[in-house]
C-alpha cells in the first residue's frame, strides 16, 4: 500500500496484533507477580532482622503491597481487553504553558503542553498530552477523522496522505510511513 493512502487499514486483522495483546498481557502479570514476590519476601526478611517491626506484622504489609501490585496488574489487563473498537473526529488543540516544581533542585520548571482532543462518535472526549514534544499534536490536524482500535494504544488516522510518518498502533512508536513494519514490536504499520 502506497504511503498516500486515504481509509482505515485492514491489517489491524493481522495475527501480530492480537499476539502483541496477548504478550503484553502475559508480560504485565509476569511483571505484578515478581514485584509481589519481591514486596512480600523484602517484608518478610525486613521483619526478621529489622528492631523496628517484626513478622507477622512486616509480612502482612509485604502482602497487602504485594497484592496491590496484582490488582493493578489484573486492573490493567481487564482494560485493555474490556476496550472497544470506536471512531471519531479531532476537535481540538492546544498547546498551554505550564509549571512543574522540581522537588531535588527546590525550583519551579516551565514546560509546553501538547494537548489533541478526539471526540469520539458517542460523545466520549479522550484527550492526547504530551509535554515538550509536539509530534502527535502536529500529526493530528482539526477534523481529522481517526479509529481507536481495542486494547491498542494509539488512534489511526482515516486519511494518511501527505503523511511522511505513522505511529505504531500496538506500541505507539513512531515510524517512516514508507516502512512496513514497526522498527520496535515488528506489528504492521496501519497505513
Known sequence: MEANSSGYSQKINDPAFAKYLK???????????????????????????????????????GLVIGGMFLLIAFYQVTARNRSKTWDGTVIDKKNIKKQRHDKYQD??????????????????????????????????????????????????????????IVFCNACASLNDIKEEFCFRCKCPLLK
Open 107 to 164: 525550583r519551579w520548571i516551565d514546560y509546553l503542553e501538547y494537548k489533541v482532543t478526539i471526540k469520539a462518535d458517542n460523545g466520549k472526549t479522550h484527550d492526547l498530552t504530551a509535554e515538550d514534544d509536539d509530534t502527535k499534536y502536529n500529526y493530528y490536524q482539526i477534523g481529522d477523522r481517526v479509529r481507536h482500535h481495542k486494547g491498542l494504544n494509539s488512534y489511526e488516522k482515516q486519511d494518511k496522505s501527505g503523511d511522511t
Open 23 to 61: 504478550d503484553t498481557n502475559r508480560w504485565s502479570g509476569y511483571f505484578s507477580l515478581g514485584l509481589a514476590f519481591v514486596a512480600v519476601l523484602g517484608f518478610f526478611i525486613h521483619g526478621e532482622v529489622s528492631n523496628d517491626m517484626e513478622n507477622p506484622e512486616s509480612l502482612y504489609i
